[in-house]
């Protein structure tokens, strides 16, 4: 069984306009799909239809095995929380200066690093490959973090997208879009 070390396959959050050979659509989600990709050292590869056709590669044994270079990812970041002037956390920020937190958002145990501080449920958006605000699904002012996600979105030439999720252990839902008023 490979490690996370040796673990080349990983399942990203991606942008749809990239129009990815091999995506999955997210339930509800129009801007935002799954993607599986292969890393060799800095870069990622993108399977083609082809490849992906050829080796019988099937999403369940990719999500699978992409689950434990997810774990390793999540486990190397350590989020940032941002607190307002009464120090209740308003949102915990999630940044590497490596390209993994599209993948590390969806580890098994992402919801388990905030149970503690923003409760059973979270709003995620992830504007790019290095960057996610994670938001308490109750009692959140997320929508006036407007300008702070387009800015983030528009930091790399690796956006992702502006579309919130509410995380759950029933998994991830779409909730909507960030729109500038």
């Known amino acids: 069984m490979p490690t996370a070390a040796s673990e080349p396959w990983r399942v990203i959050l ?8 091999v ?3 997210i339930p509800g989600a129009q801007r935002t799909v799954l993607t599986p990709i292969v890393v060799n050292g800095d870069d990622y590869l993108f399977p083609t239809r082809q490849i ?11 999500q699978r ?33 490596r ?8 580890a098994p145990k992402f919801l388990d690093l905030f149970r503690d501080t923003l ?13 996610a605000y ?7 002012n997320y929508a006036d973090y407007y300008p702070m996600v387009f800015d983030a979105y528009h930091a790399t030439a690796w956006p992702i997208s502006v579309e919130l999720f509410q ?15």
Do not use: C
């Open 14 to 21: 991606e942008p749809k306009f990239m129009h990815r050979q």
């Open 134 to 140: 994670v938001f308490p699904a109750l009692a959140s």
């Open 52 to 62: 992906w056709d050829e080796f019988h590669l099937t999403q369940e044994e990719i």
């Open 119 to 131: 409760g059973e449920k979270v709003l995620v958006v992830v504007p790019n490959r290095f960057t």
């Open 65 to 97: 095995r992409a689950d434990i270079a997810a774990a390793a990812d999540l486990a190397s970041l350590t989020p940032h929380y941002e607190r307002n002037a009464k120090q209740v956390i308003e949102y915990a920020e999630l940044r590497s200066n």
């Open 23 to 25: 995506e999955w659509e």
């Open 167 to 181: 995380v759950s252990a029933a998994g991830w839902q779409y909730v909507g879009v960030y729109q500038r008023p």
């Open 99 to 106: 390209p993994i937190v599209a993948s590390a958002v969806l």
